[in-house]
């Protein structure tokens, strides 16, 4: 067998790139200061956390690209030399940048690395593809409106150069990041990591008349909503088969620096299920499907990857911005297992769902604290009481509560517990 596909998972803080790789990732993303397109994510690492997220990475056999994916102004470019300076000395594995420019500038100042080509650089064809080439990018990320098609015509024309794809996470209004509606309505620059996501709000619609200044307010349609610009979430799992087949694919990129750590293990799990399962020949979509279900989401769509932009009417979500998905997580396990941290109320007996990395070893025991089982191929857990280490003992525990609650029995770290979204608070299946 030739090598295999690379599962690359976003890591939005030291925590999310240790959950990633432990469920699943081969490879993470993820920086530190403003010169990375997701600057929220960018203040979560300080530049010793981001050390350490590599150094975690490199002990496990994972490897750390470097968003440096910013669009620079001239008043900038002397601090952007002094950051790829630093983050070179850090060891990472690849830079991803978006410019000629900054491309160019990575060669000077940090020889040998390897760089990546930003999605926001729009490469949708090979001849694009050949110049970044040229230049000495080693890897394209294909923008998103790319189809397999023209990923199989790269490929057949550049082999050298590695392919990677975005199979999950959330779609962009404008193409692949070109907008400006941020920028026009809150002075946030979508381009330069601090877009206000202004396609996710509800808008009314009016019509004007500029000879009178008369201003009309147009109703919708009930059901048909206002949420205009507001795309749905790309979800590929169901068409990683299509795509593996292939065969020009090097990486499959899980976007999502700035969601939660949740999404962060159960993407990383659910796509390293899929990649397992095609190369043993036992793929099942739906296996893969309900992990991602449990994940809040603005509806799923499978873009443009298999199918082309003008055979699509279904890819915005017109009528809300976003929904629950099937799961609530309930709780996280804490970094040595014993102990886990209350996200939603938990009464004893609650029925809640174990989510843990794919081959973790986690005991079936029944004891004074709990007691742990298989149902339908999940594993489960139930608390007979809820008791602190201090021995504090709850009827119930509410989300925000920072007590560390005892568990019956180790967890690998990270773990987390849910219940069915559906179900109100206290009202668990007993």
């Known amino acids: 067998m030739g090598k295999q596909v ?5 890591a939005g ?18 920086g530190v200061s403003h010169f990375s397109l997701r600057i929220r994510s960018g203040k979560e690492f300080s530049m010793e956390d981001f050390a350490e997220g590599i150094e975690y990475a490199h002990a496990r056999g994972k490897k750390v690209y470097v968003t440096i ?30 410019t000629p420019g900054v491309l160019k500038l990575c060669h000077e100042l940090v020889p040998g690395m390897a760089l ?16 970044y080439h040229d230049m000495g990018a080693t890897r394209i990320i294909t923008a998103r409106e790319i189809s397999l098609k ?83 979430d790309l979800n590929l799992a169901s068409h990683m088969k299509e795509i593996l087949d292939a065969g020009v694919v090097d990486s499959v990129k899980v976007e999502g620096r700035t969601k939660t750590a949740y999404y962060a293990a159960t993407t990383a799990k659910a796509y390293r299920m899929a990649i397992n399962d095609y190369y043993d020949g036992e793929f099942n979509e739906d296996k893969y499907q309900y992990e991602l279900q449990s994940l809040q989401n603005r509806g799923y769509t499978d873009a443009y990857l298999v199918s082309r932009p003008f055979e699509r009417n279904d890819t915005q979500s017109l009528d809300f911005s976003m929904q629950l998905g ?26 809640m769902e174990v989510v843990f990395p794919l081959g973790s070893d986690v005991g079936i025991v029944d004891n004074e604290i709990g007691t742990t089982y298989e149902k339908d191929g999940r594993f489960y857990m139930k608390l007979k009481q809820i008791k602190t280490e201090k021995g504090k003992l709850y009827e119930a525990i509410h989300s925000g509560n920072t007590n560390e609650i005892i568990l019956p029995t180790s967890f690998p770290a990270f773990t987390f517990f849910r ?12």
């Open 6 to 10: 690379e599962l690359l998972s976003p």
């Open 13 to 30: 803080s030291l925590e999310k790139l240790k959950i990633a790789i432990d469920f699943g990732a081969d490879a993470v993303y993820g």
């Open 69 to 98: 994916n910013g669009f620079p102004f001239n008043s900038q470019i002397a601090l952007l030399k002094k950051h790829i300076v630093a983050m070179g000395a850090l060891n990472p594995d690849a830079f991803i940048v978006a």
């Open 116 to 131: 990546h080509l930003s999605t926001q650089a729009n490469v949708m064809n090979v001849l694009d593809a050949q110049i």
């Open 150 to 232: 023209d990923l199989v015509a790269i490929k057949t024309e550049i082999p050298s150069l590695e392919l990677e794809v975005f199979v999950h996470g959330s779609m962009c209004f404008a193409y692949s990041g070109r907008c400006l509606i941020s920028t026009l309505q809150s002075g946030r620059v979508p381009n330069r990591g601090s877009c206000a996501n202004d396609c996710r709000f509800e808008y009314e619609m009016y019509a004007a008349n500029p000879e009178t200044g008369t201003l009309f307010r147009l109703e919708e349609d009930e059901g048909v909503g206002t949420y205009i610009m507001n795309a749905k």
């Open 326 to 351: 099937t799961h609530q997580v309930s709780g996280i396990v804490n970094p040595d297992g014993t102990h886990f941290l209350c996200k939603f109320k938990t009464e004893p007996n609650d029925e």
């Open 419 to 430: 219940v069915p979204s559906s179900l109100d608070m206290g009202t668990n299946p007993r």
